[in-house]
Structures are given as C-alpha cells and as structure tokens.
C-alpha cells in the first residue's frame, strides 16, 4: 500500500507529518502471512505496537524496497502505477 489515507486507515492510526492532513509517511505490505508497516520507527510507541498486535512487523521507511525487489523477483506483487511513487 502506498496511499497514505489508506495506510492510516488499515491500522487505524493517525499522525501529522502532512500539515492539515492526519496521515503519517509510510508504506504497507500485507501478504496472506504477514502484514508489514514501514515508517520511522521513532515514530511508533510501545502502546501503538501493541494495539496492533503481534501480527504487525515494522521495519525503516527505507525497507521497503529492497522488500518490495524481492517479492517482485518471486513474481508476487500487485502494485498500481497510478497510486505509486517512482522509485518503487
């Protein structure tokens, strides 16, 4: 995921790194096994982690793309052009 309202929206969190917008910058990834939230770290509290619960991994903002070579080298990726920024 890279649209900032729905990351918000998928974990139900809110922040202020846009002024007038309650989104914070960040990317998803949610396969069938795992869902992956990748954000500055210095950003997530003890308390948000574990309102999310254990089935949330965070990694660095900047993770994501060697995750996201990754999972397109093994052919399992769905990414809109349209939603996405270019370097991913």
Do not use: H
């Not at 922040?15 to 795992?34: H, L």
């Amino acid at each position: 995921m890279t649209a900032l309202d729905e990351i918000a929206w998928l974990f139900n969190l809110r922040g202020n790194d846009i002024e007038f917008n309650p989104v914070f910058i960040a990317y998803a990834i949610v396969t069938q096994e795992k869902i992956t939230l990748y954000v500055s770290l210095n950003k997530l509290t003890e308390e948000v982690k574990k309102s999310l619960g254990e089935q949330v991994t965070y990694k660095p903002y900047e993770a994501v793309f060697d995750d996201v070579t990754q999972l397109s080298s093994q052919g399992k990726i769905w990414l809109d052009p349209a939603k996405s920024c270019c370097s991913l």
